[in-house]
C-alpha cells in the first residue's frame, strides 16, 4: 500500500519528478562512463608503461637504470637467465642487448638506440616483426647481421633492405668498435617516438658487434597473470647468487615511477569529480524532498489522522525516494552503458583533439584512443554509493514527515 | 456537569464502556503560542451515550475543534481526563495514539478529506486496507456503503472528480467501514450548499439509526443544528449547554 502511494506520488508533480530524476539519471551516467574511460585510459596507460620500461620486472646491472650505459653488463648472463626462468611466478624472460650508437652510411650519420633482441621472446611484450613494412623480418631473416630500421631513419638514411650501415659505439672492453650490419626490413609502428631512434637486431649480432662474452645488458620479466610484479621481484633476488649482488631487479612500477603517481592522480580526480556531482544531486533531492514534504503536510495530518503511525509516513517519502532513485538508476545504467559500448567500439582518437605530443615518463601517448572499461566492482561500488547518498538525501524529509503533530498538520490551509 | 439521558448518578465513577464511549472529565487545554498562552478549554465535562448523535456547536474559536481533537485523540488535555471507549487515552503516545484512532475513531474532515492520489473505492477501503484486511473483505464491506450513500457508479473516480458532498460521502464511508466506537466529523457540511449539506445529515441521521454508531460532531450551521436531536453548546472553552434531554 505504501508503494502503491508512493508510486502515485511520484507522479503528481510530474515535471518535477522528471528534473529530479534527469539529473540523478545523467549524474551517475556521467560518473559510471567517466569510470569506464578513466579505467580504461588506465589500462592502457599500464600496458604502454610496462611496454616503455621493457617489462613488467627488469634485472639489469647495479646502476644501469640511471646511467642507461651500455657498458653495464650481467655478466654470466646464462645463468642469470635461466635462475630467472626458473622463478615461479615468471611468463617470459627476454634477453636484451641495448647500445646507444651512431649508424652511418655514404649519406649521413643518426644516433640510434639499438636493441639486440629474440624477436619471439618479445612477441608478448611488443611484436617488432609485426610492425615491418617492407623487406624481411628479424625471425626469419637469413642475414647474419640483420638490421630493422624505423621508416624515418631509413628515409634520412637513404637505406633500404639489402643495403650496408656500419655501427660505431663503445665495445664491452670501454674501446670504440665498429660493427657491420645488412638492413633487413623497415619497421612503421606508428608511434613516431619509438620509429625515430630504436633500431633493432638479434641478441646474437648485438653480442658479437660489442665483442660481449656471456654478458647481457638486461632481462625484461613478464609475469603470469594474477601474479603481482612485486612478488616476482622479490622471488627473483632470493633466486640470483649471493640475493643478487651487483644486479638490479626492478618492477616496472619502480622504474617508472611518474606514471604510477600520475594515474593514481587521476583516479583521485576522479572520486573528487563524483564526491561533488553528488553532493549537489543529494542536495538537491534534500531539498525537493523536503518541499514536497511541507507541500503536503495537511495530507500528512490526514493520513496519520486516520491511523497510519509516524514511521510509515517516513517511510512512504522513503520510498517515493527509492522509486525514483531505482528508475533514475536504471536509465542511468542503461544510458552509462550504452556511452560505454561506443566508446569501446569506435573509441575517441586522443589525436583527433589536435594533441600532437603528449609524452608521460617517456611513454608516448598521443596515440591513445580513448575508449571505455568496466571494472565490475568499481560500478558495483560507485552505483552502491549512488543509491545511498541518493536514498539517504531524503531522510531528513521523511523524518519530518514522522514527526508531524496530526492536529497541528490539520489546521493547515482550514 | 453534564447530564445524560437516563444517566444513573454512578455513572461519574463506573463507566459502562458500551454504553457511554465518550468521557471527558475536567478537561483543559492551554496552547502556548510563544510568550502568549491561549486557552482553548477551561474545564469541560462531557458524557455521549452510544449511539447518540450529538453536535456541539457555538461561535468560532470557543473550542469546537480542540475538543474534537482530544476525543479523537489526535491531540493530548494539558489536564483532565479523556475517556474513549473505556479506555484513558489522556497520555497515549503518539504511535499508541494512531493506533487507538485506527481501531475506535471514525473521522470526517472539514475539507481535503481525501487522498488525492486514491480514487473514491480506494480512500473508503484506507482504514481497512490499514488494518490489514484482505481484499475480498474489503469489497464486501465499502462497496454496499458505497452504494448506500449514492455512490455506487462513481467508485473509480478521484477526488477531484467529486463533487464536495460526494467527497464527504466517501469520507463518511471510510469513516464507518471499520465500525469504529465513534464518528467524528469538525464542520462536515460547512464547504457544502445547503442541499448537499441537508443530504449529508440525512445520510448521517440514517446510518446512525441504521448501524447505531455514535456521532459527534461540530457545526455553525443553524440549519443542521435544527435537525440535530442533541445539541451541546460551548462558549470560550466551556461547555455552556447540554441540551441532551432535548
Ligand atoms: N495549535 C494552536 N495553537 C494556538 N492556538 C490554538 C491552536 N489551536 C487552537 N487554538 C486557539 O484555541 C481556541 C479554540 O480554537 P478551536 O479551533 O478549537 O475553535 P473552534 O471552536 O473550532 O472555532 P471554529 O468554529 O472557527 O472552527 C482559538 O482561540 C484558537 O485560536
Ligand atoms: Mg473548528
Not at chain 1, 572520486?271 to 507541500?295: C, P, R, W
Not at chain 1, 528508475?327 to 594533441?355: E, F, K, T, Y
Not at chain 2, 449514492?150 to 473509480?156: A, E, Y
Amino acid at each position: 500500500m505504501i508503494w502503491r502511494l508512493a508510486w502515485r506520488n511520484l507522479w503528481r508533480q510530474r515535471s518535477r519528478t522528471l528534473i529530479l530524476m534527469s539529473a540523478v539519471t545523467l549524474s551517475y551516467a556521467m560518473v559510471l562512463a567517466a569510470m569506464g574511460v578513466g579505467d580504461d585510459s588506465h589500462f592502457q596507460m599500464l600496458d604502454a608503461a610496462v611496454e616503455g620500461a621493457g617489462g613488467e620486472v627488469l634485472v639489469h646491472g647495479e646502476g644501469y637504470w640511471e646511467a642507461r650505459s651500455g657498458d653495464i653488463l650481467i655478466d654470466g648472463a646464462q645463468t642469470v637467465g635461466e635462475l630467472v626462468a626458473a622463478v615461479d611466478g615468471v611468463a617470459n624472460v627476454m634477453p636484451r642487448v641495448a647500445i646507444d650508437g651512431l649508424l652511418s652510411t655514404a649519406v649521413g650519420n643518426r644516433p640510434v638506440q639499438l636493441l639486440g633482441i629474440r624477436p619471439r621472446a618479445e612477441v608478448a611484450l611488443r611484436d617488432v616483426d609485426a610492425d615491418v613494412v617492407e623487406g624481411d623480418r628479424l625471425d626469419d631473416t637469413e642475414l647474419r647481421a640483420p638490421l630493422l630500421l624505423g621508416g624515418p631513419v631509413a628515409e634520412e638514411l637513404e637505406v633500404g633492405p639489402g643495403d650496408r650501415v656500419v655501427l660505431t659505439a663503445t665495445g664491452a672492453d670501454g674501446e670504440l668498435t665498429r660493427a657491420l650490419f645488412h638492413v633487413a626490413g623497415i619497421v612503421r609502428s606508428g608511434r613516431a617516438d619509438l620509429d625515430e631512434v630504436l633500431a633493432y637486431t638479434t641478441l646474437e649480432a648485438a653480442g658479437d658487434a660489442l665483442g660481449l662474452d656471456d654478458q647481457l645488458v638486461q632481462f625484461g620479466v613478464l609475469v603470469e597473470s594474477g601474479v603481482e610484479p612485486e612478488t616476482v621481484q622479490d622471488r627473483i633476488r632470493e633466486a640470483l647468487p649471493e640475493g643478487g649482488a651487483g644486479l638490479e631487479v626492478l618492477t616496472w612500477r619502480e622504474a617508472l615511477p611518474e606514471m604510477v603517481g600520475f594515474i593514481e592522480i587521476d583516479d583521485a580526480f576522479l572520486y573528487v569529480y563524483a564526491v561533488v556531482i553528488y553532493l549537489v544531486v543529494v542536495f538537491a533531492i534534500a531539498n525537493t524532498f523536503l518541499v514536497s514534504v511541507l507541500e503536503r503536510v495537511r495530507e500528512f495530518g490526514l493520513l496519520n489522522a486516520l491511523g497510519l503511525r509516524g514511521g510509515r509516513l517516513a517511510r512512504l517519502v522513503l520510498a517515493e525516494t527509492a522509486l525514483m532513485t531505482a528508475l533514475s538508476m536504471v536509465l542511468g545504467l542503461a544510458l552509462a552503458l550504452a556511452i560505454h559500448g561506443a566508446l569501446a567500439r569506435w573509441g575517441i582518437s586522443v589525436a583527433a583533439w589536435g594533441i600532437e605530443e603528449i609524452e608521460l615518463a617517456g611513454v608516448d601517448l598521443a596515440n591513445m584512443v580513448m575508449r571505455s572499461q568496466i571494472v565490475v566492482s568499481k560500478w558495483v561500488t560507485a552505483s552502491v554509493l549512488v543509491a545511498v547518498a541518493t536514498i539517504s538525501s531524503a531522510i531528513y524529509p521523511a523524518l519530518r514527515a514522522a514527526r508531524l503533530a496530526p492536529a497541528e498538520a490539520m489546521r493547515f490551509y482550514e | 456537569m453534564t447530564t445524560t439521558p437516563g444517566g444513573a448518578p454512578s455513572a461519574e465513577t463506573v463507566m459502562d464502556d458500551a454504553a457511554q464511549p465518550i468521557r471527558v472529565e475536567g478537561v483543559t487545554k492551554v496552547f502556548r503560542q510563544g510568550p502568549l498562552e491561549v486557552h482553548a478549554l477551561r474545564g469541560v465535562d462531557l458524557v455521549v451515550d452510544q449511539g447518540a448523535f450529538a453536535a456541539l456547536a457555538g461561535p468560532s474559536g470557543c473550542g469546537k475543534t480542540t475538543l474534537l481533537n482530544l476525543v479523537g485523540v489526535l491531540d493530548t488535555p494539558t489536564t483532565g481526563r479523556v475517556i474513549v471507549g473505556g479506555r484513558d487515552v489522556s497520555s497515549l503516545s503518539r504511535g499508541e495514539a494512531a493506533d487507538f484512532r485506527l481501531a475506535h475513531v471514525g473521522f470526517v474532515f472539514q475539507a481535503y478529506n481525501l487522498v488525492p492520489v486514491l480514487i473514491a473505492y480506494e480512500n473508503a477501503e484506507f482504514t481497512l486496507l490499514l488494518r490489514n484486511r484482505d481484499p475480498a473483505a474489503r469489497r464486501q464491506i465499502v462497496e454496499p456503503l458505497l452504494e448506500r450513500v449514492g455512490l455506487g457508479d462513481m467508485m473509480d473516480r478521484k477526488p477531484h472528480e467529486l463533487s464536495g458532498g460526494q467527497q464527504q460521502r466517501v469520507a463518511v464511508v471510510r469513516a464507518l467501514a471499520t465500525q469504529p466506537s465513534i464518528v467524528l466529523a469538525d464542520e462536515p457540511t460547512a464547504n457544502l450548499d445547503s442541499a448537499a449539506s441537508d443530504e449529508l445529515i440525512d445520510l448521517m441521521l440514517e446510518l446512525n439509526r441504521e448501524l447505531d454508531t455514535t456521532f459527534l460532531f461540530a457545526t455553525h450551521d443553524r440549519a443542521v443544528l435544527d435537525r440535530t436531536p442533541w445539541v451541546i453548546r460551548m462558549l470560550d472553552g466551556r461547555v455552556v449547554e447540554d441540551g441532551a434531554s432535548r
